[in-house]
Antibody
Framework: QVRVVESGGGVVQPGRSLRLSCAAS????????MHWVRQAPGKGLEWVSLISFDGTNKYYNDAVKGRFTISRDNSRNTLYLQMNSLRTEDTAVYYCVGQEVFGVVPMGFDFWGQGTLVTVSS | DIVMTQSPLSLPVTPGEPASISCRSSQSLLHSNGYKYLDWYLQKPGQSPQLLIYLGSNRAAGVPDRFSGSGSGTDFTLKISRVEAEDVGVYYC????????FGPGTKVDIK
């Protein structure tokens, strides 16, 4: 049974930092690309960041580049998102998502967690 | 960035009737490998999104065959052959060709 569980969300002041974690099980985590996708309250979906299966390639939305860092620990089946210099516009539910990739062909965002809410407010 | 648009943004549907959602991209999503890098997701009320269709026309595991996806390089369509009450929610298209972007979403509810 696939499980994707995010943690680490909460209320934080602008300019501060937060680290999100995502524990995955029930699928071959070390062979999956992993993403963070966020959803501001009442809004649509926004892709945040991608890390390749082995952690060698990382990509970011321009809105978070230079402030957020994605990483993974395949020995612990865990994905992370270090968020620095947080802004009020970063307030959102953050989803951890697994994606199978065959060569360079992406198979869709298969596995989604329930999300963790990050609120940036003074 | 590739801009994704959807129409309509709101779609009242009648159970048992067909429904269709359009998605358009600002650039072709046809990769040189022949695949169309366009997925469809459904976010049911209070739930996380779920994958429906990947690479333009491939149904994800467990997705009912009343859902189908089609399209060319820039124009894509999600069709529901006979809507069921459980199909309500927000439907998103998403491109993965370059810097992943989502469409604004189409809210489907029962008339």
């Amino acid at each position: 049974q696939v499980r994707v569980v995010e943690s680490g969300g909460g209320v934080v002041q602008p300019g501060r930092s937060l680290r999100l974690s995502c524990a995955a099980s029930g699928f071959s985590f070390s062979t999956y690309a992993m993403h963070w996708v966020r959803q501001a309250p009442g809004k649509g979906l926004e892709w945040v960041s991608l890390i390749s299966f082995d952690g060698t390639n990382k990509y970011y939305n321009d809105a978070v580049k230079g402030r957020f860092t994605i990483s993974r620990d395949n020995s612990r089946n865990t994905l992370y998102l270090q968020m620095n210099s947080l802004r009020t516009e970063d307030t959102a539910v953050y989803y951890c998502v697994g994606q199978e990739v065959f060569g360079v062909v992406p198979m869709g965002f298969d596995f989604w967690g329930q999300g963790t809410l990050v609120t940036v407010s003074s | 960035d590739i801009v994704m648009t959807q129409s309509p943004l709101s779609l009242p549907v009648t159970p048992g009737e067909p429904a269709s959602i359009s998605c358009r991209s600002s650039q072709s999503l046809l990769h040189s490998n022949g695949y169309k890098y366009l997925d469809w997701y459904l976010q049911k009320p209070g739930q996380s999104p779920q994958l429906l269709i990947y690479l333009g026309s491939n149904r994800a595991a467990g997705v009912p065959d009343r859902f189908s996806g089609s399209g060319s390089g820039t124009d894509f369509t999600l069709k529901i052959s006979r809507v069921e009450a459980e199909d309500v929610g927000v439907y998103y298209c998403m491109q993965t060709l370059s810097r992943i972007t989502f469409g604004p979403g189409t809210k489907v509810d029962i008339k």
